[in-house]
């Protein structure tokens, strides 16, 4: 019976061997293509072989390189007004990447600090916030967008300003959890009984034990964020023609998928490639940064 339990025992460890083996080759591809989001957004005068903007009548239209009548100037072809498609997306990854880390940033910081206060003191305070979470939560942020975009433009500070208005709510609603379980925990405690102000016991003992679900939240937010500056520039309430943006090309190729359709493919496949990469790092991310999930 040992002989054959260490058998077993072999046989499972070798499997959890080879899960690790796959997890950590699946993460590279993840990590690799948002490498290549981040450099490209960085590097974009220097990666694009033309301006992302510069109409050129006589080469509209033409397919990818690797297609039949493909130029070899056009790696992914040409729009209806002769521009560069590849040079549109990488200066597009500019717009999402940029779009998405100011509203992180801005959403992230004034959920965590309602979250924390919320979840802190509790009582009427917590209620108040909490029922204007629960209405932020319930008007979608397109809805917004349109209204502003209606009232001030489309432009790059509209979609800023409607995912900002709303995006916090689902930071604060998380965050006030862990602010609730922390308040009861012994150093916590012990922080009040030798006369920690509660500004002093919010900054220096519950915010450093709110990072890790933090930046879980942030990591997923990538995808979303560049999901809705998409949609939003598909219906014509974010980025401005003729700016490069991912959803704006989508919707520029709607009217060509029979005959171009390399003009929303190429950029549709680009967010749907981000947005899954996403989600998986910021699934690792729970993974190890999650000691409960560490130990299954």
Request: one cysteine or more; aromatic letters at 10%; hydrophobic letters at 50%.
């Amino acid at each position: 019976m040992e002989y054959l339990r260490d058998i077993n025992e072999a046989k499972i460890e070798k499997r959890m061997e080879l899960r690790r083996k796959f997890s950590r080759l699946m993460l590279i591809i993840p990590v690799v293509i948002l490498a290549l989001l981040i450099l490209s957004a960085i590097f974009a005068p220097l990666l694009a072989p033309y301006s992302p903007t510069e109409i050129a009548m006589t080469e509209r239209l033409q397919p990818p390189s690797f297609l039949k009548g493909g130029s070899p100037k056009h790696f992914l072809g040409t729009d209806s007004l002769g521009r560069d498609v590849f040079s549109r997306i990488i200066y597009g990854a500019r717009i999402s990447l940029s779009f998405s880390l100011i509203v992180i940033f801005i959403t992230g910081t004034v959920g965590t600090i309602l979250g924390i206060i919320s979840g802190y003191f509790g009582g009427r305070l917590d209620s108040f916030i909490m029922r204007f979470t629960d209405v932020a939560l319930s008007i979608p942020a397109i809805l917004i967008a349109i209204i502003l975009a209606v009232g001030l433009g489309p432009s790059f500070k509209t979609i800023v300003i409607a995912s900002s208005i709303l995006g916090w709510s689902g930071y604060a609603r998380v965050i006030r959890g862990e602010a609730m379980r922390l308040r009861e925990v012994d150093f916590v405690a012990q922080a009040r009984i030798i006369g920690s102000s509660r500004m002093r016991i919010m900054i220096k003992h519950i915010f450093p034990n709110v990072i890790n679900p933090l930046i879980i939240i942030a990591t997923m937010m990538v995808g979303l964020m560049i999901i809705i500056e998409a949609t939003l520039s598909y219906l014509g309430a974010g980025i401005p023609p003729p700016n490069p943006s991912w959803g704006a090309m989508v919707n520029d190729g709607r009217n060509y998928l029979e005959t171009a359709w390399w003009i929303s493919f190429f950029p549709g496949f680009c967010i749907g490639l981000v947005v899954l990469s996403c989600n998986y790092l910021g699934d690792w991310i729970r993974d190890k940064l999650d000691p409960r999930l560490r130990r299954l």
